[in-house]
């Protein structure tokens, strides 16, 4: 059974600083790899797909990697800002018979003091 | 707003009662998901439809649980003789055909549901 773990649960830093987002996987028969955002009673949304065959992808501030050898994920923010504050959550795609679905992590809350 | 909607946005319910949730995926998108997530979680994966066929179901989806997708577009989910349980936030998410590798998942604002 695959099992998505995030590390750390919550992460408080100043504003400006750059940080990484810890997430692993347990099975490496994944179709892709999705790093989304959650604010406070909200839907998510989507930041960075990387496929399996890719290493990284990266948006504006935002980098993520993929190692799918080791079941590792990061999500690497620069120049953190106050509303970068949400919770975090990686997802791994995951074969079902005509299709996918998403097994995700618990997420990482991010908070970005000002 | 061409993004996925779902209604209603927040429903509060009495223990026993039945609930319906309706979820808009992006237009021409087949593949439509839904999931469930309490409060401090990620989201579980409830069930799949590709078009109008539902092709897979978790075992979190009891039978007191039935989804629908009439026709390929909207989608419903029905949850009957309600448990304080249910609780959760129900998301709805939509993807368009093509190949699974690259296939992106589009969530919605999701609906709150209470059971009291």
């Known amino acids: 059974k695959q099992e998505v773990t995030q590390i750390p649960a919550a992460l408080s830093v100043p504003e400006g600083e750059n940080l990484v987002l810890n997430c692993s996987f347990t099975d490496s028969a994944i179709y892709n790899l999705q790093w989304f955002r959650q604010d406070p009673g909200k839907g998510l949304t989507s930041l960075l797909l990387?496929?399996?065959?890719?290493r990284e992808q990266t948006s504006g501030r935002l980098n993520a990697s993929l190692d799918k050898s080791s079941g590792r994920s990061t999500l690497y923010i620069a120049a953190s800002q106050p509303g970068d504050s949400a919770t975090y959550l990686c997802?791994?795609?995951?074969?079902?018979?005509?299709?996918?679905?998403?097994?995700f992590g618990a997420g990482t809350i991010l908070r970005v003091k000002s | 707003d061409t993004g996925v909607s779902q209604n209603p946005r927040h429903k509060i319910t009495k223990r026993g009662q039945n609930v319906t949730f309706r979820c808009d995926p992006i237009?021409?998108?087949?593949?439509l998901y839904w999931y469930r997530q309490t409060l401090g979680q990620g989201p579980e994966f409830l069930t799949y439809f590709q078009n109008e066929a539902q092709l897979e179901k978790s075992r979190l989806l009891s039978d007191r649980f039935s989804a629908e997708r009439p026709k390929g577009s909207f989608s419903t989910l029905e949850i009957q003789r309600t448990e304080q349980g249910d609780s959760a936030m129900y998301l709805c998410?939509?993807?368009?055909?093509?190949?699974?590798?690259?296939?992106?998942?589009?969530f919605g604002p999701g609906t709150r549901l209470t059971v009291l």
């Open positions: 998410a939509s993807s368009p055909s093509g190949t699974l590798s690259y296939n992106e998942q589009f």
């Open positions: 990387i496929q399996s065959s890719q």
């Open positions: 237009s021409e998108h087949n593949r």
């Open positions: 997802a791994v795609s995951l074969r079902v018979e005509y299709g996918n679905k998403l097994v």
